[in-house]
């Protein structure tokens, strides 16, 4: 019997509870419906996700370095870099009034003043392929420096974000990445050779070439640019460019489980 008592007991409990529950609920003020929003409130629609992984021709993935050196337009992407060996001439790094230190301070002088190297470059890449551009490194190489010649060698690491094309890219998982290297080996004299800035300009329309030649698919991009530049030498340049073609036949691509490797 007093199990009896004991179960309508909890019973009544949960009837009143719940009979109150109900109460509370029914006098709630509801919630406005979406078609009732006050004017002039934005609803956030969510972001879509972007894809961040490339198939390669041969149904692997690309490398997530190389992903973001095609992909990450908005951005600097230690990847996509100018990268520029050069000679000048020490003299040219000193300002108005100043003079050539003791031999023994040249090597001191020439790393201080490495980024003045890079002068010239920049504008280059804005007006034909970049909307920003900044030097990333500039030092001098290591035993290049001559005091009799009063030159040295520098090292230059400029990095860049491409502009906008304007257009959207295709669908990234219905394309490969495809990519392809260049090379410009310039005889002394010929055009183009006359200094660094000569040297990258004409570099600079070889890719364009480049990418607009038969057989490039859509969105082609330089994703990396060489040049190695000393008066009266050869000048050697070079860059990788990348662009997207669609699935070979037979090839069906399902989203990866895991990242590639290489960054």
């Not at 002039?40 to 629609?45: D, F, L, Q």
């Not at 990450?72 to 990268?83: A, D, M, N, S």
């Not at 300002?95 to 031999?103: F, I, R």
């Not at 004299?189 to 000569?198: F, L």
Request: proline share 9%; with cysteine; aromatic share 4%.
């Amino acid at each position: 019997m007093l199990r009896i008592l004991i179960g309508s007991g909890l019973l009544l409990m949960t009837v009143g509870f719940g009979a109150a529950g109900w109460q509370y609920w029914k006098t709630m003020p509801k919630a406005a419906p979406s078609d009732q929003v006050a004017e002039g409130a934005a609803v956030a629609a969510p972001a879509p996700m972007r894809q961040s992984w490339l198939i390669s021709p041969t149904g692997g993935l690309i490398p997530q370095a190389d992903v973001r050196a095609y992909l990450e337009q908005g951005k600097f992407v230690p990847q996509r870099t100018l990268r520029v060996v050069r000679q000048a001439r020490l003299a040219d790094l000193l300002a108005e009034g100043e003079k050539l230190p003791e031999p023994a301070f040249l090597q001191a002088l020439a790393d201080i003043r490495a980024p003045r190297v890079a002068d010239g470059l920049c504008p280059l890449l804005l007006d034909a392929m970049a909307q920003e551009c900044a030097v990333n490194a500039a030092r001098v190489v290591e035993g290049s420096v001559d005091p009799a010649a009063g030159t040295a060698s520098f090292a230059l690491d400029i990095v860049y974000r491409l502009k906008d094309s304007g257009g959207e890219l295709p669908d990234l998982a219905a394309h490969v990445l495809r990519s392809d290297r260049m090379r410009l080996d310039l005889a002394p004299g010929s055009e183009g050779t006359a200094s660094p800035e000569a040297a990258l300009q004409t570099l600079l329309v070889a890719v364009d070439t480049a990418c607009s030649a038969e057989g490039v698919g859509h969105a082609c991009r330089p994703v990396r640019l060489d040049l190695d530049w000393v008066p009266g030498q050869p000048v050697r340049a070079g860059a990788s460019i990348a662009w997207l073609d669609p699935l070979p036949k037979g090839m069906f691509v399902a989203p990866p489980l895991d990242p590639a490797k290489g960054g």
